[in-house]
């Protein structure tokens, strides 16, 4: 374990920025990495070629990309692994990540990760622990929303325990190996307490400001918990943020892989912790929460008997240190949110504004009252808890509707609380991307289709993905790992499903969460999604072409490298200005007049009781809004020539 303030620093000095001076320079540097930073005209040094205004970072790193490509891979003992270990063919298809840590082993990360980890780190605390009898000791807890902290029930059983505690932040080194400013918090239970023996958790209120009167409590954030499930597998790594033995704080980075998820409640994994863990938070590698660390798991013999260090039974004069550990074990997220949603804001109704329980589709249909075969009326696009939710969303801005660039980016950054990965069957057809009338239709061609027919059409497409990688791998031959990756690239390419990504995957590389963001996706039949290829979209002249000329299906037309759509311009223009102020930078295909033609069709066309329902139904899926759907006129008078 290393100080987590250090170990960022340290692998900060590996890092290089590079300006690139436009398309010729990214294609000699495939591996360049486009960042949210900043997609506007920059000042060019003296003597050099003006920037396209995309910033890119690359980093150093002691893997060399060609020799991870030209790493030898036999595609039939990949798919002997994928059978052993129970991975799924279509999973790997779509998942990018996952295949480059199958095929090659790589568990090298964005630097990004850090700065998120650093971020992620600010919301965990040292926990003194007091009962009325005097100090018991030390645990860990981290706020998971404004003012509310969570920790073990072991940590703070009762309310005389939390009467005694007091909760301590920025009890950590910096930088410079000097220690921070520790703030002290005292703890609310009069305001807030409850605890769940069996989950072995407690969440309690925190005091608003320090006890010297210089921080507040909101300075340090607060987690989201995110309730539903595949956040995590087996294999995966974990990193925990933690006050082992009340020590500053420290976080376990290496080795840490997740055990068993076959346990209802908990997770097990292999990391470094120690007795002041409890409570700690424990993260996968978008740090997001998936588990409270709450014990270890000891060796037992067979007579159930827990074992020391060295293979004989232990006894509690031996003390903790000798315990054989083999594992440590947390309580699942999405089953304290269960409890917190059901049971325990019975008690405490403000636990409702914020969390929600986890929801399949089938919930979600259940909870808004959609029947498939008809949606007319409110039931499809309840207008007035609409409003309550939109006013509530934008809450934070004086005037939405005259807000600024930075302004509603930070608002759909921070709000963007769940993140979905790419699979239209589970989280656009069903709800999201529904008509009044019941019906999917294709975004270009207007064509109507059932949320079964899409469906069904989408497993089909994955059932042939499979067998073609079945075919590919039962050749025993060689190949380079940079080949191998190309041809499952080219079965998804081959073989897309029936929903497209307005702003296209191959922009951003198809990286998450801009991949799975349902912002931008909409059901598509594949004709239509690859007659438009990745073309970006432009005013063609002499369009609408006459019924002749017209031979795509009612798609729209190609020209050039150009896609103008056959209808739906200004619902397609609105869910791009979306993704240009949500990902700054991580796009370079639209230049100013064509930033400026995307807003002219955004306000052409009005907004569709359609988009009102699609915004409301994502913001409950995935926590932000389209504010250009909820505020049109806002495309006209925000900057999007200017940088954040």
Not at 68 to 86: C, F, G, M, S
Not at 464 to 488: P, S, T, W, Y
Request: hydrophobic share 35%; net charge negative; with cysteine.
């Amino acid at each position: 374990m290393k100080t987590f303030e250090k170990f960022l620093a340290q692998i900060k000095m590996t890092e290089q920025r590079l300006f690139y001076t436009g398309a010729s320079a990214l294609d000699e540097t495939p591996d360049a990495v486009i960042t949210s930073e900043n997609n506007f005209p920059a000042r060019p040094a003296e003597g050099q070629a003006p920037f396209t205004g995309v910033v890119y970072r690359k980093y150093i790193s002691d893997r060399r990309t060609d020799e991870a490509d030209t790493k030898p891979v036999n595609p039939k003992q990949i798919n002997n692994y994928l059978r052993e270990h129970h991975v799924n063919i279509t999973e790997l298809i779509n998942d990018r990540l996952l295949r480059e840590r199958i095929i090659s082993g790589d568990d090298t990360l964005d630097v990004s990760y850090l700065e998120k980890g650093v971020q992620a780190g600010r919301a965990v605390c040292r926990i003194s622990i007091y009962s009325p009898n005097g100090e018991e000791g030390f645990g860990t807890g981290f706020l998971i929303a404004p003012q509310i902290l969570i920790t073990n029930h072991h940590v703070l059983p009762d309310v005389s325990y939390a009467n005694a505690s007091y909760a301590e932040f920025n009890y950590e080194k910096g930088v410079n190996d000097l220690p921070l400013s520790a703030k002290v918090f005292n703890l609310e239970p009069q305001t807030l307490f409850y605890t769940n023996e069996a989950l072995d958790y407690t969440i309690i209120w925190v005091g608003e400001k320090s006890t010297d009167g210089f921080a507040r409590i909101q300075d340090f954030g607060y987690l989201h918990l995110n309730p539903n499930l595949g956040k995590i597998k087996e294999g995966n790594a974990v990193s925990i943020i933690q006050h082992p033995d009340g020590k500053m704080k420290k976080v376990a980075l290496r080795q840490n892989e997740v055990t068993n998820l076959a346990l209802p409640k908990f997770i097990r994994y292999v990391t470094d912790t120690k007795s002041g863990s409890s409570g700690a938070p424990v993260f996968n590698d978008k740090w997001e929460v998936v588990a409270v660390h709450h014990a270890g798991v000891p060796r037992y013999n067979e007579a159930g008997q827990i074992l020391n260090r060295s293979g004989a039974l232990w006894d509690k004069s031996q003390g903790e240190v000798q315990v054989d550990w083999i594992e440590n074990e947390g309580i699942r997220v999405s089953t304290i949110v269960y409890d917190l949603t059901t049971v325990a804001a019975l008690q405490f109704p403000v636990l409702w504004h914020h969390f929600q329980p986890m929801r399949n589709v089938e919930d979600i249909r259940k909870s808004v009252g959609i029947d498939v075969d008809g949606v007319e009326g409110s039931n499809y696009y309840p207008e007035a808890a609409d409003a309550d939710l939109k006013q509530q969303y934008y809450s934070r801005l004086a005037d939405p509707a005259k807000a600024t660039f930075e302004e509603i980016h930070e608002l759909l950054s921070d709000t963007h609380r769940t993140h979905h990965n790419y699979n239209p069957s589970k989280y656009v057809y069903p709800v999201v991307d529904i008509h009044p009338d019941g019906q999917l239709q294709g975004i270009y061609s207007g064509k109507p289709f059932s949320v079964q027919e899409l469906i069904l059409a989408d497993q089909k497409v994955d059932i042939e993905r499979q067998l073609r990688f079945i075919e590919l791998g039962k050749g025993d031959e060689l190949m380079a790992a940079k080949h191998f990756d190309e041809a499952v690239e080219s079965l998804e390419a081959a073989l897309p499903y029936n929903c497209e990504h307005v702003v296209c995957q191959s922009w951003f590389n198809k990286q998450e969460p801009m991949r799975g963001d349902l912002h931008h996706l909409f059901a598509c039949e594949s004709g239509c999604n690859s007659f438009r290829n990745n073309f970006p979209y432009a005013d063609l002249p002499n369009y609408p072409l006459d019924d002749v000329e017209k031979i795509r299906s009612e798609c729209g037309n190609a020209v050039q490298g150009r896609f103008e759509p056959e209808r739906n311009r200004g619902i397609v223009a609105r869910a791009v200005l979306y993704f240009l102020v949500r990902y700054p930078g991580a796009i370079k295909v639209y230049d100013a007049a064509a930033i400026q033609t995307i807003i002219s069709w955004s306000q052409q066309e009005p907004v569709t009781l359609y988009e009102k329902h699609r915004n409301r139904e994502i913001c409950l899926l995935q926590g932000n809004r389209n504010p250009f759907i909820d505020f049109p006129a806002l495309a006209t008078t925000i900057r999007f020539d200017l940088p954040m």
